[in-house]
């Protein structure tokens, strides 16, 4: 899937849609690397500096396994090769 089929919501309709209308599916994925777990900083509200597992919201049309592997890619800049899921 292209990554600019999909163009963000501006803040304020993201926040009406998600926050009283529609649930969001999301994917958090622990990525272990050779000196241990990959952990990735946050640069967006909330908690801007704080250490989170690689995760994101997935997009229409993706599988869990294609949001997986693109936001590990963006957010730590590793390709990952799938042992198992969870949850």
Not at 31 to 43: E, F, K, S, T, W
Not at 49 to 59: A, C, I, N, R
Request: with cysteine; hydrophobic share 40%; aromatic share 8%.
């Amino acid at each position: 899937m292209s990554e600019n089929k999909f163009k963000r919501l501006p803040g304020d309709l993201y926040a009406l849609v998600y926050g009283q209308y529609v649930p969001r599916l999301c994917v958090d994925v622990i990525v272990q690397g050779p000196n241990g777990i990959i952990l990735a900083q946050r640069d967006i509200p909330p908690e801007i500096g704080s250490w989170h597992l690689p995760g994101g919201t997935v997009k229409k049309g993706e599988t869990l396994l294609e949001a997986a592997r693109r936001i590990v890619l963006f957010e730590a800049g590793v390709s990952i090769e799938f042992l198992d899921t969870v949850g």
